[in-house]
């Protein structure tokens, strides 16, 4: 059996804010979430607000779908994560947001339906509502400043969701049309650097010029450099070695 | 010698709207982050829209920093990040948000001071603010929609900033005041309920009995309960038992 692998749903329970549902849908389009269901938004539905805030997500919207209730928008769910910033007295795992993402790809894969409840931006979700999830979602915060806004929740938990299956390297270099510099190129930098700095006479005392010599070659030891940007730097050290040398002839 | 260990500064190069200065303050205090530094404002500063969507968060407000030009602005920095949605054709390292939060974080505990900086909305940094930094921020998005608003982009480098400190564990069960049902505790709940079931004639015929018991106990098992609540669903059995047993005497 092929089964379609569909992204967790994001259930906007009584929003109070249009502006918000579009910052939400916006948040989501940025992390691959199309599946919007909106319970009961005090606004009204469509909302000309929630457009300008998608800033051209509009097809999150087009398609977003509209309930009555949560029990009717979840109807369909698996696995289902209630997002709350309180305490809530249930027996019930609270996962961190990188915790819910790993657990619902997992889910989704399985060919199961998740999907994850946001609460109206004063109140939060029920705890009727909330009873209905498998598990609830606290975004860890700083204790001094809790409230975060709905759409920016709804950001954090797409933005798990899509790292957890990205492959993007923690660092890389710029796609240049360049490679590292070798040892090779290195040296052939410090030897003509340090050649013309015997003709002008800086290397010195000579008991001194071991010293010298190691702390500039760990200065552009530590640079990282490009193949390219070594030729640069030799073109830098001619340039100035020959200016030099005009003045003096001059 | 004693330092004192700031979090990164937030650098808005630029912003067009203060409403976005105000959420992305929000976004600071929810992590932790209280150093903003503000440079030519288009709206010019202080903001009532920026005090609005700040919802509370005003002392990052209060004490944000007015700049004419980003080189002012970033002037006492040792660790500088660029965020930027476009490949910039710079030999610069491109990193993660996870990846530069736990380089400022290692910078920082060495009393390094940190900054990011953020363009503006529309047109992003510009390529001479960017060389000012060691590396380049690009937030991984979804190909299809990589437009990210300035606040949220704000709030993802705090939420990863906050996260690579934070030692919440990924899964918890809300504090309650009971403990996970050992072994024995389940057993007898389950005996309980067999015996009931014996009783009322449901586990036959008696050639089918241990898989309809080991069935039921599977269900059981896996909901991981609580001593409490293996107390409770015991209460239910003798009430169920006890209401048929009525009805058959009645």
């Known amino acids: 059996v092929s089964v379609a692998l569909t992204p967790p749903s994001v259930i906007l329970v009584r929003p109070q804010l249009g502006q918000n549902v579009g910052m939400a849908a916006r948040a989501m389009a940025n992390f691959g979430l199309t599946d919007l269901r909106i319970v009961a938004p005090r606004e009204g539905w469509p909302n000309e607000w929630a457009i300008k805030a998608a800033s051209g997500a509009d097809w999150v919207l087009e398609e977003a779908r509209l309930f009555d209730t949560v029990t009717e928008a979840v109807a369909d769910m698996h696995y289902l994560v209630a997002t709350t910033a309180r305490q809530r007295e249930m027996l019930k795992p609270v996962v961190t947001a990188e915790a819910a993402a790993t657990e619902?790809?997992?889910?989704?894969?399985?060919?199961?339906?998740?999907?994850?409840?946001?609460?109206?931006?004063?109140?939060?979700?029920?705890?009727?509502?909330?009873?209905?999830?498998?598990?609830?979602?606290?975004?860890?915060?700083?204790?001094?400043?809790?409230?975060?806004?709905?759409?920016?929740?709804?950001?954090?938990?797409?933005?798990?969701?899509?790292?957890?299956?990205?492959?993007?390297?923690?660092?890389?270099?710029?796609?240049?049309?360049?490679?590292?510099?070798?040892?090779?190129?290195?040296?052939?930098?410090?030897?003509?650097?340090?050649?013309?700095?015997?003709?002008?006479?800086?290397?010195?005392?000579?008991?001194?010029?071991?010293?010298?010599?190691?702390?500039?070659?760990?200065?552009?030891?530590?640079?990282?450099?490009?193949?390219?940007?070594?030729?640069?730097?030799?073109?830098?050290?001619?340039?100035?070695?020959?200016a030099r040398r005009k003045k003096e002839a001059g």
Not at 134 to 139: G, H, M, N, P, S
Not at 229 to 237: D, N
Request: net charge negative; glycine share 6%.
């Open 104 to 242: 619902m790809r997992a889910k989704t894969a399985q060919g199961l339906r998740c999907g994850i409840l946001f609460g109206p931006e004063r109140s939060g979700l029920e705890n009727d509502d909330v009873t209905l999830a498998q598990a609830v979602l606290r975004i860890p915060v700083d204790a001094r400043f809790t409230s975060i806004n709905l759409a920016q929740a709804v950001l954090l938990v797409g933005y798990e969701w899509f790292k957890s299956a990205d492959a993007t390297p923690p660092e890389v270099l710029d796609p240049g049309h360049t490679w590292p510099a070798n040892n090779a190129e290195l040296v052939g930098l410090f030897e003509h650097l340090e050649r013309e700095l015997d003709t002008a006479g800086f290397l010195f005392p000579p008991e001194k010029r071991p010293a010298m010599v190691r702390n500039l070659r760990n200065i552009f030891i530590r640079a990282n450099m490009m193949e390219q940007e070594v030729r640069a730097l030799r073109g830098v050290v001619t340039s100035l070695a020959t």
